[in-house]
């Protein structure tokens, strides 16, 4: 129940936005950063150059037509730093607003100088699901990204970038784009590959060992999971099938088929979703099954032990009674005779049960 109120208390407060101005900068999230902090990449095919800041203004002078310059802002509750750079790149408020509001589905709008995109990075983080909101702003020669806190899924395109690694250094920006929403899809199938794992091991769990109350839990943490991972795949596959159709100088022609092979990937990670979702509610469906055969199991046993001592309990009531003139009661033997008897009763009932398969 603890970690049921922990789940709870990580959602997002959405009335933080109510009743405001459309444009207003308000940050809805729970991950808090003591200070905003920057890291810059900036690249072409024979330049590389990084530096980290926690001064926007110090990301002011990477400006350069002949190179692609990545901004990566962590820290979202520190709005008035993230304002300055909105102003800077002269971002329109609802842009700002969304950036800081970690609460938005996954979207894309085009703008006439750059793409707004938001997506939900998933990831493991102490056994937990985690799910972190991310915005991009792609430009012409310029790329920014906004996260809650500090951690990623990038290493491997940030190493791609440093060691020249693939055609990336010799791209443009909405190549870096690609790259990202690829690292962010891949580790997609990481997630699933998890819940896979899980689902497998608690159906074992469910045929080789006694079904317990934490069964009933994990699975309830499973779906919690599952309905997670739906509400941040489902609209970013509706935001790559946008991406791969627009019609964008941003955008170049040769960049479109990596869009085009990331539409599939996502349309695979959906439908394993829906995979297994249904195995997740089946497992419930199992569950209840299984209790329910061990309760069975249990009231057929206790049917057959009372069937057989039901006419036993019956000669012993009959011959308990206290009435005086009773037959066979001054017999020699009729107490050994009615042990007998009783005796032939119960191995003619089991022999019964054996025959009716009941045991």
């Given at each position: 129940m603890?970690?049921?109120?922990?789940y709870?208390?990580?959602?997002?407060?959405?009335?933080k936005?109510?009743?405001?101005?459309?444009?207003?900068?308000?940050?809805v999230g729970n991950?808090?950063s003591t200070?905003?902090?920057?890291d810059?990449?900036?690249?072409n095919?024979t330049?590389?150059?990084r530096?980290?800041?926690?001064?926007p203004?110090d990301?002011?002078?990477?400006?350069?037509?002949?190179?692609i310059?990545?901004?990566?802002i962590?820290?979202?509750?520190n709005?008035?730093?993230i304002e300055k750079?909105?102003?800077?790149?002269?971002?329109?408020?609802l842009v700002?607003?969304?950036?800081?509001?970690t609460g938005?589905?996954?979207?894309?709008?085009?703008y006439?100088?750059?793409l707004?995109?938001?997506?939900q990075m998933l990831y493991?983080?102490?056994g937990?699901?985690?799910?972190?909101h991310?915005?991009?702003v792609v430009?012409?020669?310029?790329?920014?990204?906004?996260?809650?806190s500090?951690?990623d899924v990038?290493?491997a395109?940030?190493e791609?970038?440093?060691f020249s690694r693939?055609?990336?250094?010799?791209?443009s920006?909405?190549?870096?784009?690609?790259?990202l929403?690829?690292a962010?899809i891949?580790n997609y199938?990481l997630?699933?590959?998890?819940?896979s794992d899980?689902?497998?091991a608690?159906?074992?769990?469910?045929?080789?060992?006694?079904p317990?109350?934490?069964?009933t839990?994990?699975?309830?943490?499973?779906?919690?999971?599952?309905?997670r991972?739906?509400?941040a795949?489902?609209?970013l596959r509706?935001v790559?099938?946008?991406?791969?159709?627009?019609?964008?100088?941003l955008?170049?022609e040769?960049?479109?088929?990596?869009i085009?092979?990331l539409h599939?990937h996502i349309?695979q990670?959906?439908?394993?979703i829906?995979?297994y979702r249904?195995?997740?509610?089946?497992?419930?469906?199992?569950?209840?099954?299984?209790?329910?055969?061990k309760?069975n199991?249990?009231m057929?046993?206790?049917?057959?032990m009372?069937?057989?001592?039901?006419?036993?309990?019956?000669i012993?009531?009959?011959?308990?009674?206290?009435?005086?003139?009773?037959?066979?009661?001054?017999?020699?033997?009729?107490?050994f005779?009615?042990l007998?008897?009783m005796?032939i009763i119960f191995m003619a009932?089991?022999y019964?049960?054996?025959?009716?398969?009941?045991?």
């Amino acid at each position: 129940m603890a970690k049921r109120r922990k789940y709870l208390l990580k959602r997002p407060k959405a009335t933080k936005t109510l009743n405001q101005v459309p444009g207003t900068m308000t940050y809805v999230g729970n991950k808090v950063s003591t200070e905003t902090k920057l890291d810059v990449i900036d690249y072409n095919e024979t330049n590389y150059e990084r530096f980290s800041s926690t001064t926007p203004e110090d990301a002011f002078k990477f400006v350069d037509e002949d190179r692609i310059t990545w901004f990566n802002i962590d820290g979202l509750n520190n709005v008035e730093e993230i304002e300055k750079l909105g102003d800077y790149y002269e971002l329109h408020p609802l842009v700002m607003e969304d950036i800081v509001n970690t609460g938005q589905r996954p979207k894309i709008e085009k703008y006439e100088d750059y793409l707004f995109i938001v997506a939900q990075m998933l990831y493991y983080k102490n056994g937990d699901l985690e799910n972190e909101h991310i915005s991009m702003v792609v430009g012409k020669n310029y790329l920014l990204t906004f996260q809650e806190s500090n951690g990623d899924v990038f290493d491997a395109v940030r190493e791609r970038i440093e060691f020249s690694r693939g055609r990336i250094r010799g791209r443009s920006a909405d190549y870096l784009m690609f790259a990202l929403l690829d690292a962010i899809i891949d580790n997609y199938f990481l997630v699933i590959d998890d819940v896979s794992d899980r689902i497998d091991a608690l159906e074992d769990s469910l045929f080789t060992s006694e079904p317990s109350d934490h069964i009933t839990y994990d699975i309830q943490e499973l779906k919690r999971n599952i309905l997670r991972i739906r509400r941040a795949v489902f609209p970013l596959r509706e935001v790559i099938g946008r991406l791969e159709r627009m019609e964008t100088i941003l955008i170049e022609e040769r960049t479109t088929n990596y869009i085009r092979d990331l539409h599939d990937h996502i349309v695979q990670i959906s439908e394993n979703i829906d995979i297994y979702r249904e195995m997740i509610w089946g497992l419930m469906d199992m569950y209840i099954s299984t209790i329910n055969n061990k309760m069975n199991e249990v009231m057929k046993v206790l049917t057959i032990m009372a069937s057989i001592f039901i006419p036993l309990t019956f000669i012993a009531g009959i011959y308990g009674m206290n009435f005086e003139y009773m037959p066979e009661l001054e017999w020699k033997y009729s107490y050994f005779v009615l042990l007998g008897i009783m005796f032939i009763i119960f191995m003619a009932m089991l022999y019964y049960f054996k025959r009716k398969k009941w045991l």
